[in-house]
T-cell receptor
Framework: KQEVTQIPAALSVPEGENLVLNCSFT??????LQWFRQDPGKGLTSLLL?????REQTSGRLNASLDKSSGRSTLYIAASQPGDSATYLC????????????FGTGTRLQVTL | GAGVSQSPRYKVAKRGQDVALRCDPI?????LFWYQQALGQGPEFLTY????????KSGLPSDRFFAERPEGSVSTLKIQRTQQEDSAVYLC?????????????FGEGSRLTVL
């Protein structure tokens, strides 16, 4: 059974810092890995999707990497802004069960002025 | 529609009541998913529809939970004889392709509180 872990559970950084969020998964037989953002009381917004054959994906100030062999993904946020404050969730899709995402518990990020 | 729409946004039920939660996915999206999110946790998979066919219901926690998507568009998640442990946010998501091969679009969720 796939298990996804995110460290740290919470993170507070001053505005302007670059930061890295970590995601690890136990089963490397994944179809893709996705990163989402969740604001309080809201649904999830898709940020980046990395297919199993890819190493990384970039969108603006966000860069996500994937290392299947080590069971790790990282989300890099450059030049953080207060508007980046949210909970960030990673989720894996396994090749044998491509109907479901297995989510981590998220990293709650606060960017302070 | 412009996005995934869920209703009601908030529902308070007495223990033992039946509830129905509605999801209106993005028009034309083939795949529809229901997830359950407890406070402080990541979403947990409940069930998956491809058009009107329920292809995976392995995440439904008990036979009190039932989901349908009769015409391949709107979906309803029904919980019978609600229990306190059913209190959670129920999220619906849709995507154009089959399975989770593309970007998922989530609704804002229905927050269920069982007293």
């Amino acid at each position: 059974k796939q298990e996804v872990t995110q460290i740290p559970a919470a993170l507070s950084v001053p505005e302007g810092e670059n930061l890295v969020l970590n995601c690890s998964f136990t089963d490397s037989a994944i179809y893709n890995l996705q990163w989402f953002r969740q604001d309080p009381g809201k649904g999830l917004t898709s940020l980046l999707l990395i297919q199993s054959s890819q190493r990384e994906q970039t969108s603006g100030r966000l860069n996500a990497s994937l290392d299947k062999s080590s069971g790790r993904s990282t989300l890099y946020i450059a030049a953080s802004q207060p508007g980046d404050s949210a909970t960030y969730l990673c989720a894996a899709v396994n090749t044998g069960t491509a109907s479901k995402l297995t989510f981590g518990t998220g990293t709650r990020l606060q960017v302070t002025l | 529609g412009a996005g995934v729409s869920q209703s009601p946004r908030y529902k308070v039920a007495k223990r033992g009541q039946d509830v129905a939660l509605r999801c209106d996915p993005i028009s034309g999206h083939v795949s529809l998913f229901w997830y359950q999110q407890a406070l402080g946790q990541g979403p947990e998979f409940l069930t998956y529809f491809q058009n009107e066919a329920q292809l995976d219901k392995s995440g439904l926690p008990s036979d009190r939970f039932f989901a349908e998507r009769p015409e391949g568009s709107v979906s309803t998640l029904k919980i019978q004889r609600t229990q306190q442990e059913d209190s959670a946010v129920y999220l619906c998501a849709s995507t154009l392709p089959r399975f989770v091969t593309g970007e998922l679009f989530f609704g804002e969720g229905s927050r269920l509180t069982v007293l």
